[in-house]
């Protein structure tokens, strides 16, 4: 091969290098002014094709470099006498640029609107389509860029599928856990912010992640709860259908002490009791005759389960109060031993 055959493909990639330089200052150059803009998307058709166009140049440099190369030309036509080669690489990089995009404008514009709204199934649906759409993307371009140079795309499908089966089995929990934040999306068990009991674990739903929640207890501590044990377990959502909640009241007399008198008490603590609610109307309840006491069950409600505890607070320290001024006893466990003398 003389020295001169190789000149001209030399010049061919020599330029498409050029060019590929050119094309990435002036991209940046325009990244910057796009930034200065009040859209969003031109930044994102922008970073979108940069680097595959970047890449494309060189890559069309080569090819054509190699076509001009004596030999080699020979070789390449032989198997690409209808450019199907040409396309597949194009193919490939139109894939490219349309997962960037599509990954690009999820982020960019599919959160915020997502935000927008009431529900937030629609946030959970964004995230899954974040996570997967470039795969699937890649996948549709592959199978066309393929069936483009003939190649029977039936075995690289089954083949898929097998490894598809391989790779299922040994991330079996990841994808319990991805189904699992599925099934919380589509059946809407709860959403950031509500107030949840699941698992023995007490607290506000802080982040819903497509493989894990996080719950935030009443300690300001941040659990982190695997979606497919979420779904497994016992779900509490105290925020549905709405934040209003019914409270009980253990109360305990001694015996002896008048059923009707307790009633009165108990009802007057609860009507003057802040944060609970006139209607429903608050509720006393014998309940039993234990060893050592007559049991009472004060149930009241409230607007927000977050004053729970203080309307307990109250009321037991009325309670305390009322009963002590009224002479009632507040029994407590104890056992009288008899002893028989002979």
């Known amino acids: 091969m003389e ?8 010049i061919t990639l020599g330029i498409s290098l050029i060019i590929a330089l050119a094309i990435n200052v002036v991209l940046k150059i325009l990244i910057q ?7 969003k998307i031109d930044d994102i058709i922008l970073h979108a094709i940069g680097k ?9 440099g080569i090819y054509y470099a190699i076509h001009q190369t004596p030999y080699l030309a020979d070789i390449i036509n032989s198997y690409d006498q209808d450019y199907k080669y040409r396309h597949f690489i194009l193919t490939i990089f139109v894939t490219w640029i349309v997962a960037i995009l599509a990954k690009s404008i999820i982020k960019e514009y599919g959160y ?6 009431e529900g937030d199934m629609d946030d959970r649906l964004v995230a899954l389509a974040d996570m997967s759409v470039t795969y699937i993307i890649w996948f549709i371009g592959i199978i066309v860029a393929l ?7 039936t075995p690289f499908i089954t083949g898929m599928g097998i490894m598809g089966l391989a790779i299922a089995l040994a991330a079996q929990n990841l994808l319990s856990n991805v189904f699992g934040g599925v099934t919380i999306t589509i059946d809407q068990l709860y959403k950031k912010g509500d107030r949840v009991e699941m698992g023995g674990i007490y607290g506000d739903v802080y ?14 501590t941040i659990i982190t709860l695997p979606n497919a044990k979420v779904i ?33 008490i108990l009802s007057e603590i609860a009507d003057k009791t802040p944060l609970v609610l006139k209607e429903p109307k608050a509720l006393v309840r014998f ?56």
Request: charged letters at 30%; glycine letters at 2%; proline letters at 6%.
């Open 287 to 342: 309940i039993e005759y234990a060893s050592s006491s007559q049991n009472f069950e004060l149930i009241v409600w409230v607007k927000h389960y977050d004053d729970r505890h203080p309307v307990i607070d109250h009321v037991f320290r009325e309670i305390y109060l009322r009963f002590k001024k009224e002479a009632i006893e507040i029994p407590f466990n104890q056992m009288d031993v008899h002893i028989k003398k002979d």
């Open 232 to 264: 497994n377990e016992q779900i509490i959502n105290y925020s549905v259908p709405d934040t209003t909640v019914r409270v009980k009241i253990p109360v305990g007399v001694a015996y002896g002490t008048d059923p009707k008198k307790v009633d009165e």
């Open 112 to 117: 915020d609107i997502a935000a927008r709204t």
């Open 52 to 60: 595959p166009l970047y890449i494309l140049v060189i890559v069309a």
């Open 3 to 10: 020295i001169q055959t190789l000149i001209k493909p030399l």
């Open 33 to 39: 002014k796009a930034e200065k803009t009040n859209t």
């Open 147 to 153: 069936s483009g140079i003939g190649y029977e795309i």
């Open 207 to 220: 982040d819903i992640k497509p493989r894990y929640t996080r719950i935030k207890t009443l300690n300001n």
